[in-house]
């Protein structure tokens, strides 16, 4: 018996995924600038980056826009922003800086929700990330505290975790803490408990931009609906879970109404006076406030507060944006959050960091307990592995089930203490000893994974782990010596 045929849904191209995406803002524009809108969407966008203060020196953008031949453009809303032109030299994939985690690749428009929180640098307190993965605003929020203040970094999925934990150890963060839990349980767990939360929300990724993660295609008024539905809770979550005087930043990679203006207008008719709109608090060159009219809706009027960002304004992506402040509590239930007791996960504290001290300033040069202090940190022990572990995160969620937090500091072996990649790399120019400098060629070879013939090991240096630099004094990792070469010891996840 022949099966018939089931029936397909008929594929449209790009170009008419982008058509038909386009119809339902024309509306919200001047005939004028829709046509702008129109001519911009089909121009590419240049990659941009984001540079990693905790590791690039100053001055880092200038000396890679001359080794890699780029022509560079300043993001108007982040000091650390660059539009970057790599059509005649090295693209910004390609380099060693951008493995090691010296810079982010990200599209522009998503520098934008980081910027917006008004805390200062050196008082940068507990900040939640709602909705994290694959982790790029994670990483901004750990820059803008310097790496002082704890950054939880959540996301529902399981699948998602692999990708942020990379993410996070390239950019070499240390006082953050990965979890994995639905955020709409969040708010009622954790409530008035953090400075600031980020919610980046699931959305329909209606920016009218083709990205490798995405393909554009038309969204139904049932999917957006039911998106913001979840939005709206998500956003709830996060204001529960914000102290009082605390601020929530909501943001979406689409245009479409329902999911952006249309759950800021719900929950502020919900909470009232409880949740303000705050001004933004960065300059901007254009127009980019939200709109309060669609169709038959009328959105309440603060929500002309919150940020719109049409492609042809700032040449970026379709994004959308708003600054709230929580005034008063919330009348919300609360409810205890899961618990695990740390002693199960086999990590223990170490209470005497002596002989651990002793072998990194002796071997390396290095002061672990200045880090210790700078940066709050405890030694933890699982096994050989030494870790570092935020100090606010074994005092307020020590028996939270945790997907990691804290840096690796390294393995004990043998009396002695091996520090890791992510350690070096971070803090690659405390370490004074055992180090050695590459040339041009030597770096190349090394920085694709491969072993070096032409550095080997004399006498009592035979077996030792050593900081490789780059000829120009990039830190790229570590090397073993021994007797015929210096062994590649990069991370699989960097080769």
């Known amino acids: 018996m022949k099966r018939k045929n089931k029936k397909t849904t008929p594929e449209i191209t790009p170009e008419e995924a982008l058509n038909q995406s386009m119809r339902c803002f024309e509306p919200l524009l001047s005939a004028e600038e829709f046509r702008l809108l129109q001519d911009e969407v ?37 000091n650390n922003g660059y539009r970057v032109d790599d059509s005649r030299g090295t693209p910004v994939s390609q380099t060693p800086e951008h493995r090691l985690g010296y810079y982010y690749i990200q599209e522009a428009a998503s520098m934008l929700p980081p910027e917006l929180f008004t805390f200062a640098a050196e008082e940068p307190g507990l900040t939640l990330d709602l909705a994290a993965s694959p982790g790029g605003k994670t990483t901004h929020l750990v820059a803008r505290g310097m790496d002082h203040g704890l950054v939880m970094a959540n996301d529902s999925s399981q699948g998602r975790i692999p990708a942020l934990r990379i993410v ?20 009622a767990w954790f409530s008035e408990t953090f400075d600031r939360v980020l919610i980046d929300a699931p959305c329909s990724m209606q920016g009218l931009r083709v990205a490798e993660s995405h393909d554009l295609r038309p969204v139904t008024e049932k999917e957006s609906l039911q998106l913001a539905k979840r939005q709206t809770a998500l956003l709830t979550s996060a204001l529960q879970a914000v102290k009082v005087g605390g601020e929530v930043v909501y943001s979406t990679c689409t245009l479409l109404p329902e999911e952006d203006e249309g759950v800021i207008d719900a929950v502020l008719r919900r909470f009232g006076k409880a949740v303000e709109v705050q001004r933004i608090p960065i300059s901007l060159p254009a127009e980019m406030t939200g709109i309060v009219r669609y169709g038959e809706l009328d959105y309440l009027p603060e929500v002309a507060g919150s940020l719109r960002l049409w492609p042809h304004r700032l040449h970026t992506a379709g994004f959308f944006a708003c600054l709230l402040r929580k005034t008063t509590s919330l009348d919300l239930p ?15 504290i170490v209470t005497n960091t002596k002989a651990i001290e002793q072998s990194l300033e002796g071997e390396y040069g290095f002061f672990l307990s200045d880090l210790l202090a700078e940066y709050n940190m405890t030694v933890m022990k699982r096994y050989e592995k030494l870790f570092l572990f935020p100090n606010r995160v074994l005092a307020q969620f020590a028996s939270l089930p945790l997907e990691s937090t804290g840096i690796l500091l390294g393995e004990a072996m043998d009396g002695s203490v091996i520090p890791s990649h992510d350690l070096v790399v971070r803090f690659g120019d405390r370490f004074t000893k055992n180090i050695t400098n590459l040339d041009e060629q030597q770096t190349a070879t090394f920085a694709r994974g491969e072993d070096l013939f032409d550095l080997a090991a004399s006498g009592e240096n035979k077996g030792k782990t050593i900081v490789v630099r780059s000829a120009d004094g990039l830190v790229l990792g570590r090397g073993k010596l021994l007797k015929d070469r210096l062994k590649n010891l990069l991370p699989r996840r960097l080769v």
């Open 42 to 78: 089909k121009r590419p966008l240049l990659p941009a980056i984001r540079i990693n203060p905790l590791k690039a020196k100053t001055g880092a953008i200038e000396s890679w826009q001359h080794r890699y031949v780029w022509q560079i453009e300043s993001i108007p809303f982040c």
């Open 168 to 187: 996070l150890q390239n950019w070499g963060a240390m006082n953050t803490a990965i979890s994995q839990f639905p955020g709409e349980k969040f708010g």
């Open 334 to 348: 609360n409810t205890n959050p899961p618990s695990r007791p740390l002693e199960r996960t086999g990590f223990e």
